[in-house]
């Protein structure tokens, strides 16, 4: 039986987004079915009944949630083909632990650059680009976070890059003038076609942003 | 050369206990050492400088941070005995779900219990039990949550369970009454000396809160 492979997403989502780039990888063909956040289908409530919340991959009818899980999902089944965790215990430890971390830190902090204002989004700018230099850190002089192969941790930071441009327009300030070597990483990696076809479009996630701004009366 | 595991932990510590116990399914020898969390150790910040919490699992001068990656960590690299996580991958996703699931949800529902009065406690105590019945759904008629063999799913929920008669002493309540499966499950798991064993004294872990409570100043 060929494996029916659907995901459930939200083009800006950087979350989704990590579902698209691990599918690509792999070369899984799915079916992309876009939801609309205000009006969520029925599928997802159903499929994701716990948290309704996108992005989830429904393989053969069953669902998997959670971006991280999901990837980690994609690499078991379809273990054959590009390897996304190292195979080594620590380094898969590592992985986990930095993407637990970007999780954690990462979004909240890329929020509060456009969604506050004055001394509130300052602290928010300073906060930003100090975990991107721990990440920085991470990376050191490796041309991916795994090494020389693309992988895991590449997949759950690189999705945010897509927001950056918003992230710096709203801020007013330059990510690259902070973290150069964090952002060669990322233009390193969008030379993947699995990045490059996955990822939005950075005008059109800072228009999306205003867009948001302007629903929510922060100007 | 033979393994040199170190656990930094604190002993009411729910996540450190899950280190404690899937060391324990392993039979892996360790030394324990408490931290102050009050005046932590130049080892715990030398080796967690990010998020500078226990449990931090020391092998061979490494650390693995972060309770769960402990845990998936030590079925990884002691794989030849007691797996913890279910072998296929559809499985595997459920049950890192679920932990996921117990980490952003429990803990901070458990802590609103002992830490609020009045209509806050009441929405807590009931917010708890929800958690808990999602839970008990997932379990369903299984002796434990990954089916008949003892796993990771158990291990990210039973230290939960010394921490139960803070809970219900606290909120004046009876959480065996609302999940009897949940209760039956926990005293299941609690027979394996792996747990007995890992896990706080109950009425220790009840004292310890009512420190926290008057330091805190929540009678």
Redesign the interface.
């Known amino acids: 039986m060929a494996d029916e492979v659907v995901l459930l997403d939200f083009w800006a989502s950087m979350f989704g987004m990590r579902a698209r780039v691990a599918l690509a990888e792999k070369g899984i063909e799915y079916e992309y079915r876009e939801e609309d956040l205000r009006n969520k289908s029925q599928l997802l409530l159903q499929m994701n009944p ?1 948290h309704k919340k996108i992005p989830v991959l429904i ?1 053969n009818g ?1 669902p ?3 971006s991280l ?2 990837v ?2 994609i690499d ?2 379809w273990s054959d083909k590009a390897p996304l965790l190292p195979s080594e ?2 380094q ?2 590592c992985s ?2 930095w993407a ?2 970007i999780d954690k830190k990462l979004y909240d902090a890329g929020r509060k650059i456009w969604s506050t204002k004055g001394e509130e989004q300052e602290a928010a700018k300073k906060d930003f680009i100090e975990i991107l230099k ?1 990440l920085e850190g991470q990376l050191g002089g490796k041309p991916y976070f795994e090494g020389e192969k693309f992988g895991f941790l590449d997949i759950a930071l690189i999705t945010f890059y897509s927001w950056f441009h918003a992230f710096e327009t709203c801020g007013n300030y330059s990510i690259e003038a902070e973290c150069p070597k964090l952002i060669a990483w990322a233009k390193r990696c969008k030379q993947r076609e699995s990045v490059s076809k996955s990822l939005a479009d950075e005008k059109k996630v800072y228009e999306f942003v205003l867009s948001i701004k302007k629903m929510l009366g922060v100007e």
């Open positions: 716990v393989h069953k998997v949630c959670e899980i999901i980690q999902y078991e089944v215990p620590y898969r430890a986990r632990f637990d971390f721990q």
